[in-house]
């Protein structure tokens, strides 16, 4: 797309939003896709563990490549804005897309050589492109679905967009699951093979996506300037909302990374990995409900009708528990459904008190695992996702409130932080390791969610006029 300009065709974020429902309906789908495959990664780790002969650190790496291309990916797009002005002025987000696309088609289709030569540094490098092309998808769709609409509800459509993406990892760990261990992972191979043609339906993917955004229309909206320079890092509230990311991806995906091999402990529930893997499913299953109920809360929607829905997502949730998985599920997961409801209530629609609220909840249930054993423990864990489904969306539009020209940078720059899901959790890996006790290493996400805390109650109002959060 053309660069942004000054004319009248142009549409500011202070619009009502009401043209832009189609558009947002179409970047949903980025969401879902990057959420089903990311959460794959959830798969890999225990696939390549037993296929390689892997240490928990050395399977941690299959994060450390893939999220530290966030990193990289990011890092070359911040130089980029300092030195030429913001890339996606330029090129318009339609193009950014379609470069991520295609970067992560190119990605996906490294696995198939991979699995054939059974090289697990060949998988880290796919796994590392594809990483890079999110890593662009993530720095384009963010900030646009931001502006799509009135400031004060960016973090409700950001929680509904991110919703979309926790459908993807919801489902993403039931195929995911079958697909390796079981559909694709035939004897007398070697393990990895399984993984070929999931990957290679992920290309085919890729690349027509990227054809029908190439063609499809999406509306330029900016400021109508381009400027050079780091004016990004002058606020205080975006320096330490770079390092809420940080600490919030790290977290999530070291909990994420981590459910399969715990829950498959003697001491804690003894599961195999393909009905632990449904397990992963439900953590991520949290994290769809908990963000459909924040888009709700953060809405300009009437109290009254904002109360109905809050309570109907959760009761939906429950309802639909009960059929696919049963009582005896649905049971241990009533009491988290019914705190989150509650603590929606104290947040007061005010996306900084709740993420503090839904930070020390996390803390709580993790200092919980740790301390206990056995199934409470293990559901401690499954219930950080609930908890944890409104810490993207709220810290990215806390960081984003009011940067107007430089909002593309400072996207650039929280997804830099995603580099946390790359560093965490081969600490966390390391430390079982270590003490030979995988329980004892939630004391990693444990300490992210902490600072996560104090970024919604304190951080997100730093050096900020206006601390209405």
């Not at 832009?20 to 780790?45: C, E, K, P």
């Not at 902490?450 to 006029?465: P, T, V």
Request: one cysteine or more.
């Amino acid at each position: 797309m053309a660069a942004i300009s000054t004319s009248s065709t142009n549409q500011t974020s202070t619009g009502n939003g009401a043209n832009y429902r189609g558009s947002f309906a179409i970047m949903t789908s980025l969401f879902f896709l990057w959420g089903f495959m990311t959460v794959f990664n959830d798969i890999l780790i225990p696939r390549f563990k037993d296929a390689f002969t892997l240490s928990y650190f050395q399977a941690m790496l299959v994060q450390f490549a893939f999220f530290g291309a966030y990193f990289i990916g990011s890092l070359i797009y911040f130089i980029i804005s300092i030195t030429t002005g913001d890339p996606i002025a330029k090129i318009g987000y339609k193009n950014g897309v379609v470069i991520g696309l295609l970067i992560s088609a190119t990605g996906s289709g490294i696995f198939w050589p991979a699995a054939s030569a059974a090289s697990y540094p060949m998988f880290l490098a796919g796994l590392f492109v594809v990483g890079l092309g999110f890593a662009m998808l993530q720095i384009a769709a963010n900030p646009y679905v931001t502006i799509l609409g009135p400031e004060k509800t960016a973090s409700s459509r950001l929680n509904l967009a991110q919703a979309f993406n926790s459908v993807g990892t919801t489902i993403g760990p039931l195929i995911g699951g079958y697909l390796i261990f079981q559909y694709f992972n035939k004897t007398g191979v070697h393990g990895a093979d399984s993984v070929k043609v999931p990957y290679l339906a992920f290309t085919i993917i890729f690349a027509l996506l990227a054809l029908i955004f190439f063609f499809i229309h999406l509306p330029h909206i900016g400021e109508g300037k381009i400027e050079r320079g780091a004016g990004a890092l002058k606020h205080p509230h975006v320096v330490l909302g770079i390092l809420a990311i940080f600490m919030y991806v790290g977290g999530e995906v070291s909990v994420g990374s981590s459910i399969i091999n715990f829950l498959g402990q003697k001491n804690v529930a003894g599961l195999d990995p393909v009905e632990a893997s449904k397990y992963v499913s439900l953590f991520w299953g949290g994290m769809l409900i908990g963000r459909f109920m924040g888009a709700v809360e953060l809405s300009e929607m009437k109290k009254f009708n904002k109360q109905i829905f809050l309570a109907a997502i959760p009761f939906a949730a429950f309802l639909i528990l009960w059929a696919l998985r049963g009582w005896d599920v649905v049971q241990c997961y009533l009491p988290f459904l019914v705190l989150c409801w509650a603590l929606f209530q104290f947040g007061k629609a005010l996306a900084g008190r709740t993420l503090m609220i839904f930070g020390l909840t996390i803390v709580a249930l993790l200092l919980a695992a740790i301390l206990v054993g056995g199934k409470t423990a293990m559901w401690c864990v499954i219930g950080v996702g609930l908890f944890t489904s409104i810490g993207w969306p709220n810290i990215f539009s806390l960081a984003l409130d009011g940067m107007g020209v430089h909002k593309s940078q400072v996207s650039s720059l929280l997804v830099m932080a995603i580099l946390g899901g790359a560093i965490l959790p081969p600490v966390q890996g390391y430390i079982a390791d270590v003490t030979k006790n995988l329980q004892i290493s939630f004391i990693v996400p444990l300490i992210a969610y902490a600072y996560i805390a104090f970024y919604g109650g304190i951080g997100c109002k730093m050096g900020r006029k206006n601390t209405a959060s």
